[in-house]
């Protein structure tokens, strides 16, 4: 089995933003939307073409790459980008979390984000991925792995999952326009984590990536 990739793809949207002072707030409500939308849109493409791209695809074949027209996801919605207070869990114990594969890597359940989503109080259970915390680059990455009840009608049956960073403060922005499939939905031989019973919420989650159309 080939193991499960952390991260999909990586995007850095660099935007200059120009403060006219006569502007009014509406306006400027209506600005930082448009810089929203363009931020998901652009990550979006750029994950898009590299699917079509040889070792860094994880679709099995060349013809499927070649053949490639494009991941699903539900429209982008801000409302779907919540802030949540972090509270760290300070006796987390180590565990292998359950995978697809052969592949199960030691997490440390790091802390709980707390969040109101669709009228709803919701906690999800933040992950720290022991063996990534090696890396320099991934000190302070923490992982969120989830299900809810789109889970295996509109998006991935196997759950999906958010990349954050651990915050300065106990405050944090979940955003689930951000939420993306792990590699095994689009090829049988890696092997993933499964989402916690804990981190299945009670709310559909109609944001970002749904279920890929030609699943192998």
């Known amino acids: 089995m080939k193991p499960a990739k952390v991260f999909v793809f990586s995007a850095v949207v660099v935007l200059f933003l120009v403060a006219v002072s006569c502007e009014s707030g509406k306006k400027e409500k209506r600005h930082k939307q448009g810089t929203y939308?363009?931020?998901?849109?652009?990550?979006r493409a750029i994950k898009d073409s590299l699917f079509r791209i040889p070792g860094q695809s994880p679709l099995p074949t060349i013809s499927a790459m070649d053949t490639f027209e494009g991941l699903r996801y539900?429209?982008?919605?801000?409302?779907?980008?919540?802030?949540?207070?972090?509270?760290?869990?300070?006796?987390g114990q180590p565990f292998r979390m359950e995978s697809t594969g052969e592949v199960r890597d030691i997490y440390l359940p790091y802390a709980r984000?707390?969040?109101?989503?669709?009228?709803?109080?919701e906690v999800l259970t933040v992950f720290q991925n022991l063996r990534l915390l090696q890396e320099d680059a991934y000190q302070d990455y923490l992982f969120i792995p989830f299900r809810d009840s789109t889970s295996g009608r509109l998006s991935y049956g196997g759950?999906?999952?958010?990349?954050?960073?651990?915050?300065?403060?106990?405050s944090i922005i979940i955003d689930f326009n951000k939420a993306y499939n792990p590699y095994c939905a689009y090829n049988y031989e890696y092997s993933c984590p499964?989402?916690?019973?804990?981190?299945?919420?009670?709310?559909?989650?109609?944001a970002g990536e749904m279920a890929y159309p030609h699943y192998p």
Not at 113 to 121: A, L, N, P, S, T
């Open 113 to 121: 984000v707390h969040f109101r989503i669709r009228g709803r109080e």
């Open 194 to 206: 499964v989402p916690p019973e804990e981190n299945t919420l009670s709310v559909a989650i109609k």
């Open 37 to 43: 939308l363009h931020e998901i849109m652009r990550a």
């Open 74 to 91: 539900f429209p982008p919605d801000s409302s779907y980008r919540v802030k949540a207070f972090f509270e760290r869990i300070e006796d």
């Open 159 to 170: 759950g999906r999952y958010l990349d954050i960073r651990i915050p300065e403060t106990d």
